[in-house]
């Protein structure tokens, strides 16, 4: 039999040595008070253990370190400071005499070097001039196959030795102030250079040398009611590389010499530039 604490009355003797089969004990420490004070343990009591509670130590939640804030201030913020302004350099008036100096130099060698290198049969045509007559072109032709297919006698030899760069031939109207009505050929020739153009304008101008036919002479379309060019009003000039050769003829009477047809000539032959430069 056991005391009220579990523990046998007679432990000694024969019967205290021998191990008894005995169950653990199972005690329920839920009435058990956190702060009753134990017992200290006494001789009876060693050999039963001893059970204390100690409370489990929490560990403090982990907290993250502090960032320090950076420091504020009420103080505005300096303003920047002011661009620097460009120290611009007066230019003085021999600065500016040795500008216009080397313009003028530039400008001439530029000059130089174009009249050097520009090409021979770049010529300024003269100015167009007010004419006295007001001229009607009727036909106008190129002459692609060369100037001595279309000449005679020793003007086409001329043209054998020495072929023309460019011909052109046209036939104008006009009317005279007293009604008269007059058939102008106008015949423009563009040799090399000046030398053979000299040349040609003397030998036109010589007779019996033969000539340039016209287009009525080479009876074109639309020739056949027009008179005939028989050189009763000839006239030729040269213009630098050109030469132009220029005849008229009256509509309606016999074309003997008469000053008003040669005027008419004349006056015909300042269509030569602006004829030979006429888009094609």
């Given at each position: 039999?056991?005391?009220?604490?579990?523990?046998?009355?007679?432990?000694?003797?024969?019967?205290?040595?021998?191990?008894?089969?005995?169950?653990?004990?199972?005690?329920?420490?839920?009435?058990?008070?956190?702060?009753?004070?134990?017992?200290?343990?006494?001789?009876?009591?060693?050999?039963?253990?001893?059970?204390?509670?100690?409370?489990?130590?929490?560990?403090?939640?982990?907290?993250?370190?502090?960032?320090?804030?950076?420091?504020?201030?009420?103080?505005?913020?300096?303003?920047?400071?002011?661009?620097?302004?460009?120290?611009?350099?007066?230019?003085?008036?021999?600065?500016?005499?040795?500008?216009?100096?080397?313009?003028?130099?530039?400008?001439?060698?530029?000059?130089?070097?174009?009249?050097?290198?520009?090409?021979?049969?770049?010529?300024?045509?003269?100015?167009?001039?007010?004419?006295?007559?007001?001229?009607?072109?009727?036909?106008?032709?190129?002459?692609?196959?060369?100037?001595?297919?279309?000449?005679?006698?020793?003007?086409?030899?001329?043209?054998?030795?020495?072929?023309?760069?460019?011909?052109?031939?046209?036939?104008?109207?006009?009317?005279?102030?007293?009604?008269?009505?007059?058939?102008?050929?106008?015949?423009?020739?563009?040799?090399?250079?000046?030398?053979?153009?000299?040349?040609?304008?003397?030998?036109?101008?010589?007779?019996?040398?033969?000539?340039?036919?016209?287009?009525?002479?080479?009876?074109?379309?639309?020739?056949?009611?027009?008179?005939?060019?028989?050189?009763?009003?000839?006239?030729?000039?040269?213009?630098?590389?050109?030469?132009?050769?220029?005849?008229?003829?009256?509509?309606?009477?016999?074309?003997?010499?008469?000053?008003?047809?040669?005027d008419v000539t004349n006056e015909a032959l300042k269509l030569g530039w602006p004829q030979d430069q006429a888009p094609k």
């Open positions: 039999m056991s005391d009220r604490q579990g523990v046998p009355e007679d432990v000694t003797g024969a019967d205290g040595n021998t191990q008894r089969d005995t169950a653990p004990l199972r005690r329920d420490n839920a009435y058990i008070r956190q702060d009753r004070q134990v017992a200290a343990p006494t001789p009876e009591h060693a050999t039963r253990p001893v059970i204390t509670h100690s409370p489990t130590p929490q560990q403090a939640p982990h907290q993250a370190p502090q960032q320090p804030y950076p420091g504020t201030s009420r103080q505005p913020a300096p303003p920047p400071p002011p661009p620097r302004q460009q120290q611009t350099r007066r230019v003085t008036p021999m600065g500016w005499a040795l500008r216009g100096l080397v313009l003028l130099l530039i400008a001439v060698v530029s000059g130089l070097i174009w009249s050097a290198i520009k090409p021979d049969d770049e010529v300024a045509a003269p100015p167009p001039l007010k004419l006295r007559y007001d001229f009607t072109l009727v036909r106008k032709e190129e002459a692609f196959q060369g100037c001595k297919g279309v000449s005679t006698d020793s003007i086409q030899n001329f043209f054998s030795k020495q072929e023309c760069d460019h011909l052109t031939r046209a036939l104008y109207t006009t009317t005279l102030p007293d009604g008269r009505r007059v058939l102008t050929s106008v015949i423009t020739v563009l040799m090399p250079t000046p030398q053979f153009a000299t040349q040609l304008n003397e030998l036109t101008t010589k007779d019996g040398t033969g000539n340039i036919r016209d287009l009525v002479d080479d009876e074109r379309d639309g020739t056949s009611d027009m008179p005939d060019l028989d050189d009763a009003a000839y006239a030729s000039g040269r213009q630098d590389r050109l030469v132009v050769i220029g005849d008229s003829a009256f509509y309606s009477k016999s074309s003997k010499k008469d000053p008003a047809l040669s």
